[in-house]
């Protein structure tokens, strides 16, 4: 298994600002992933870092408005920015398990709030 | 990827099994079955995963019947802690396929 530890666990913020989101695993891992969950909803795959490489994003999102950061193999960043009240959301940060078994361990997620 | 469908909400009384079915039509040859459970306020937790047949383990059985088409998670004796949602999705080992989730189904115990 893998401990994921997310960094803000909430916050709230002003609109047209930006937020970084930390996700650091105790443990190296070749893909993490970050995923959007709003409230009520399922979660949604925003992309895909890999260590050393660009983030691949799913469709809708969007470098600029969400860059993401891969610097090592247990640290990614999220950033969203030029925040707006439709970002409000939790942010979540996973890592896979076993390799190609499609067992993801979450982070306890990032609560954010945009007034 | 295949879609999957399964309800959106069920409840169930303390003490009785549930069973939460999931269709997946177009599921492809490479692909596994792997459910999730949620709690308020928590990231997703892999509950099981099975290609066919029957797999169990401690907190839960997977069905699959030998066309893939549908799987069924059941729950034995649940508990109010059982409460969540729980998610079906279709995982491809083919490659670095990430996980899609669907909508899920909110379970509600009752005491």
């Known amino acids: 298994s893998a401990v994921i530890s997310q960094k803000p666990s909430r916050d709230i913020c002003q609109r047209g600002t930006s937020l970084t989101i930390q996700c650091q695993v105790d443990?190296?891992?070749?893909?993490m992933f970050w995923y959007r969950q709003q409230p009520g909803q399922s979660l949604t795959l925003i992309a895909t870092a890999n260590q050393g490489s660009e983030a691949t994003y799913e469709s809708g999102f969007v470098i600029d408005k969400f860059p993401i950061s891969r610097p090592n193999l247990t640290f990614s960043t999220l950033t969203v920015s030029n925040m707006s009240p439709e970002d409000s959301s939790i942010y979540l940060c996973s890592v896979e398990g076993r390799l190609n078994t499609g067992e993801l361990f979450f982070g306890e997620g990032s609560r954010l709030t945009v007034l | 990827l295949a879609k999957t469908t399964q309800p959106i909400s069920m409840d169930s009384y303390e003490g009785q099994e549930v069973n939460i079915t999931c269709s997946h039509n177009?599921?492809?040859?490479?692909?596994?079955i792997t459910w999730y459970q949620q709690f308020p306020s928590q990231g997703p937790r892999f509950i099981i995963q099975?290609?066919?047949t029957k797999v169990t383990n401690e907190v839960a059985s997977l069905f699959i019947p030998a066309d893939r088409k549908s799987s069924t998670l059941s729950l034995p004796r649940v508990s109010l802690s059982d409460t969540a949602v729980y998610y079906c999705?279709?995982?491809?080992?083919?490659?670095?396929?990430?996980?899609?989730f669907g909508k899920g189904t909110r379970l509600s115990v009752i005491a």
């Open positions: 177009n599921i492809a040859t490479n692909d596994y």
């Open positions: 099975g290609y066919k």
């Open positions: 443990s190296q891992v070749t893909m």
């Open positions: 999705l279709v995982y491809s080992n083919s490659g670095n396929t990430p996980l899609v």
